[in-house]
């Protein structure tokens, strides 16, 4: 299978496919995607999986429900209406659930190569 047959919003369909389960057990986080020339690369969860009470750490296994991922992996996927004009670079989409209700934002950082611009001069 060759990832640049597929569109970029597959792509991302797949990525979160692929974290479904990791995003089961996490209650927040950012959700990273690294892209070059349009295709995906390198991508994954940050977070802190672990919360601190009274000194003591406890692993927090609530985590987005079916219906809160579908919800996320939908707005990742509508959200690249909003990529313009560039190949390369990073999306990051920062989610937390809040009494229960998923909130999510996403953030696009575009990335251009000066060599290759002064190269086509």
Same mark, same amino acid.
Do not use: C, D, N, P
């Given at each position: 299978?060759? +990832?640049q047959q597929f569109s970029l919003q597959r792509q991302v369909e @797949? +990525?979160?496919q692929e974290i479904k389960e990791e #995003? !089961?057990?996490l209650s927040s986080g950012i959700v990273f995607i690294q892209i070059r020339n349009n295709v995906v690369g390198k991508f994954g969860v940050r977070h802190d999986p672990l919360e601190s009470k009274s000194g003591r750490l406890e692993h927090k296994r609530q985590g987005l429900?079916? !219906?809160q991922? #579908?919800?996320f992996k939908? @707005? !990742?996927i509508d959200s #690249?209406?909003?990529?313009r004009n560039w190949t390369h670079g990073e999306i990051c989409y920062e989610f937390a659930l809040k009494l229960g209700t998923l909130c999510a934002s996403v953030q696009f950082e575009s990335n251009y190569n000066m060599a290759n611009l002064l190269a086509t001069k």
């Open positions: 299978m060759i +990832v @797949m +990525v979160f #995003l !089961a057990y429900t079916e !219906a991922w #579908l919800s939908q @707005m !990742a #690249l209406r909003y990529k």
